[in-house]
């Protein structure tokens, strides 16, 4: 594998050059600031451009044109990752050796299509897409209760600091959506494509002259302002007591969320400390978590811990019966504690080494997933593969105490389910 | 050792039949870093009566049985589970459960031939005591209470219960509280000394490892070895009448959007090439109601729906279309759908761009060692072998065959499920 960075000054070209793969999968992104008020619109926005645009002007002939390419896959994300946002765009097709000559050409053109021709022009067919796109984000947004684990776990980020970025619906509001017209769509298009940051990785087996010189003409982003923020939310204050809150819901199960807030943290701990230290906790099934609550216990079917890195928080969840509440809190706050008094082996240590070292190596086989280790370089400082193969061996007990140390809890929620009685 | 040129695809797959009646699949990619293997039992949640090997009595077996026995072989004699085995090195272990089949898997990138030895040791060691199996009976309760509050989940289960009268796929691969209380370790002993012989089992193995390798550690497995029985497995064959159980449902469940699922019941009795007949039903959801369809075009305009899905599944003699809808009025949009089944007319030039899409949808996906092999085992559980020759059998797709098989059809037998919200 061979990695190239090119400042194309308005963007970054990231070249990953493998034969591993019969692919060659391209990824634009543009970040910007996180704004509450816009993530409605920009979640609009991004299913908008991959549903109409100046040449294809509806979905059907946006995808007959994409099954005309071999099967092209073109596709768009949204995200918050800190305090920024996160549009991308995703290109994944065959190899020419596979289809025929003219393919990689025909296919960024469709790429470059969806991210610079929006269609704001023909009247009617874009009234066609907003209606369609307003009535399904409608249905979205509506439906977030639909899904109760992550309504429990967006309810216990907005009882923990309903203002944090952390805390936005991703989905978006109401509110917000009801606000959307096309002059507001429009407007916040240019924004979006004149002053994000953009960065755009190519992967897969390819000419690397030929590849530049079709970036240079097909992808002419004119960027001129570039945000200066850290992405990284971090805790000036840790809580001193976990508040607790609950919620009752129509359903069988209850869905447990805690929310811990992380201290803070040098790079070291941040990138390498902190992974092991969650996998030896709550994530997998050698963990604390899985063994003492559900395999000891029998007190959930399911109970994990997760890192959300950028925001400096722990989430911890758990499918439990509401009985059982109190029960597992102590359990899952015992366990905490015992991170934080060295109460674990050398052994758990290594184990969450060759699980990371494992997890690691699975990146290999996945395109996507290898242009998501250069990404966390640009924002994390985060080493590269070999890199990170050689700091994860330097964790020592001693550092995961610390860490253990600055990690508390702030918000446990309950959603609790109505229901439970007749079940058990 | 036999191979087996999975044509038009650069790639190969490995067979051979040990003398226990194991059959074994291996798929290598000397390029990839990763591998996976599948050991899978012939036995799944729709087995429920059966001679247990060594008796003479036919039993009916507790709904849930084989997924309670799924969980239970994770919990070993020796105290050593293989949860803890594989994450040792940061492999990962799993199994799961469905109408036809139950698997065991490891999912890695070291310790390939340790990792089979034990994968094969462990699925042939059950370890069945009253207590460890009482103290499972906590944890599934949580694992079906979860289901029972997802809609689409229950969606799914009402609309089986619609379409099949007499079909176990009737029950739910997890069972029922109540049911999963009456097992007992004896139970499951019969169910493994049953089902789980060799000549009932398949293994399948792709990504980076070495055939030869490999069939040595599977030859000279204890486990294996000692879990013949020779005996023939007879079970209770259940009649499925082609008529529907029930033509509409319609429940309520905490959700803000209406909800609809359209199932329709095709016999394949008489049907030659169920490969084939499949694959032409495949290209008519494609071409009628998929992504590019006029129809889905059509349903947009008339805000008649907002997410669609399509699926097909063979479910023992049967072929099932399900259509699955967010709508407002979910009567015409049902209606929508008759029509248009009744008033197909799929043009040639459709087909041929369905066909090319395919094609290289194939080549994507044959450079995936978990999609090859889920996609092998989904062949040789649903036709009974692998298809080695799919490019060419997807360019032989023509439209006089297409027609045929369509006509050949009777639409009309078909189940519709409406979930309501809830009324406050």
């Known amino acids: 594998m061979n990695y190239k960075k090119i400042d194309m000054g308005s963007y970054q070209l990231h070249f990953i050059q493998t034969d591993r793969f019969k692919t060659i999968t391209v990824r634009v992104c543009l970040r910007d600031k996180i704004v509450k008020e816009e993530i409605t619109l920009r979640n609009f926005l991004t299913t908008f451009l991959t549903y109409s645009t100046d040449t294809y002007r509806s979905k059907r002939e946006l995808v007959l044109k994409a099954q005309d390419l071999y099967a092209v896959n073109a596709y768009t994300k949204s995200y918050r990752a800190g305090r920024f946002n996160m549009i991308s765009f995703y290109l994944s097709m065959l190899n020419e050796k596979y289809t025929e000559k003219g393919m990689l050409s025909a296919s960024l053109d469709f790429l470059a299509d969806i991210i610079f021709h929006p269609n704001f022009y023909d009247e009617e067919k874009f009234q066609e897409a907003f209606q369609y796109l307003y009535q ?44 959307i017209d096309k002059q507001l769509l429009e407007e916040y298009y240019h924004k979006m494509i004149s002053s994000s940051l953009v960065d755009i990785y190519v992967i897969g087996d390819f000419d690397e002259d030929e590849m530049l010189l079709y970036m240079k003409e097909k992808m002419a982003f004119e960027t001129f302002k570039r945000p200066k923020v850290s992405q990284l939310i971090v805790h000036d204050k840790l809580p001193k007591r976990a508040k607790i809150r609950k919620e009752e819901v129509d359903g069988n199960q209850s869905k447990l969320t805690i929310g811990c807030k992380i201290g803070q943290l040098d790079e070291f701990e941040r990138n390498y400390v902190l992974s092991i230290y969650n996998m030896i906790l709550g994530s997998g099934s050698e ?120 990690v508390k809890i702030d918000t446990i929620f309950l959603l609790e389910g109505n229901k439970e009685d007749e079940g058990n | 050792m036999k191979e087996i040129k999975l044509k038009g695809l650069d790639q190969s797959v490995f067979y051979e039949e040990l003398s226990s009646g194991l059959k074994v699949y291996m798929v290598p990619y000397p390029n990839k870093s990763n591998y996976a293997m599948h050991y899978i039992a012939k036995y799944g949640s729709t087995n429920t009566t059966f001679i247990p090997v060594g008796k003479d009595k036919m039993i009916k077996v507790p709904d849930g049985s084989a997924h309670f026995l799924e969980h239970k072989m994770f919990e070993q004699e020796d ?3 293989p949860f803890t085995f594989a994450a040792k090195t940061g492999t990962s272990s799993n199994a799961s459960t469905s109408y036809k089949t139950t698997r065991y898997y490891f999912e890695g990138n070291t310790g390939f031939c340790d990792n089979l030895d034990y994968l094969l040791t462990f699925v042939h060691h059950p370890y069945f005591t009253d207590q460890n199996v009482e103290k499972e009976k906590g944890i599934i309760a949580e694992e079906i209470m979860q289901y029972d509050d997802e809609v689409d989940w229950v969606l799914d289960e009402e609309l089986r219960k619609a379409i099949f009268q007499k079909d176990n796929t009737r029950i739910d691969i997890g069972g029922t509280i109540e049911s999963i209380s009456q097992i007992t370790k004896e139970i499951l002993y019969d169910i493994h000394r049953t089902f789980y012989q060799p000549s009932n089992m398949i293994l399948v193995i792709s990504g980076h490892f070495d055939c030869e390798e490999a069939l040595e550690v599977i030859k000279h497995n204890q486990a294996l070895k000692e879990a013949v029985t020779n005996e023939k497995i007879i079970e209770e064959k259940i009649k499925e009448p082609k008529e529907v159980n029930l033509k509409k449902k319609e429940i309520e469940f905490n959700i803000v959007n209406t909800k609809v699922a359209y199932g329709i019941k095709i016999p394949l009795k008489e049907v030659k090439d169920r490969y084939k007949f499949n694959l032409y039903l495949g290209l008519m959801n494609n071409i009628v109601f998929g992504l590019s369809s006029r129809f889905r075009e059509r349903m947009k305009q ?78 040789i559980i649903t036709y009974g072998d692998i298809i080695p020759n799919k490019v060419d059998i997807f360019r032989s797709l023509n439209k006089e065959e297409l027609d045929k098989t369509l006509n050949s059809i009777d639409f009309s037998n078909a189940s519709m499920v409406v979930v309501h919200p809830k009324k406050a």
């Open chain 1, 136 to 179: 399904s984000m409608e249905t979205s947004i509506k439906g977030l209760k639909e899904n109760p684990t992550l309504y429990s776990a967006v309810r216990m980020l907005e009882e923990m600091d309903k203002d944090a970025p952390y805390a936005y619906h991703e989905h978006g509001y109401l509110s917000d959506l009801e606000k």
């Open chain 2, 79 to 81: 105290g050593v589970d």
């Open chain 1, 287 to 406: 963990s604390k978590f899985f063994r003492i609550i559900r395999e000891q216990n029998s007190m959930a079917y399911y109970v994990y811990s997760s890192l959300n890195k950028l925001d400096s928080l722990m989430l911890i969840r758990a499918g439990i019966s509401k009985d059982n509440f109190e029960q597992v809190v102590k359990l899952i706050k015992k366990e905490m504690k015992e991170m934080a008094t060295g109460d674990f082996k050398e052994e758990d240590i290594e184990i969450a080494q060759n699980n990371y070292l494992t997890l690691l190596k699975e990146i290999e086989d996945n395109e996507n997933a290898i242009i998501e280790t250069y990404l966390a370089k640009d924002l994390l400082n985060l080493g590269d593969i070999e890199e990170r193969k050689q700091m994860i061996k330097k964790v020592t007990k001693e550092d995961i105490i610390q860490v253990a140390k600055k």
């Open chain 2, 302 to 379: 008339l805000k008649l729906m907002t997410s669609f899905y399509l699926e097909r599944e063979i479910i023992g003699d049967y072929l099932i279309l399900t259509y699955i809808a967010d709508s407002k009025d979910p009567e015409r949009f049902v209606q929508e759908i008759k029509k248009e089944l009744a008033n197909m007319d799929i043009q040639e030039e459709e087909l041929e761009r369905l066909k090319k899409v395919w094609i290289s949808s194939e080549v994507v996906m044959v450079d995936n060692i978990v999609m090859t092999l889920e996609n092998m085992v989904y062949d």
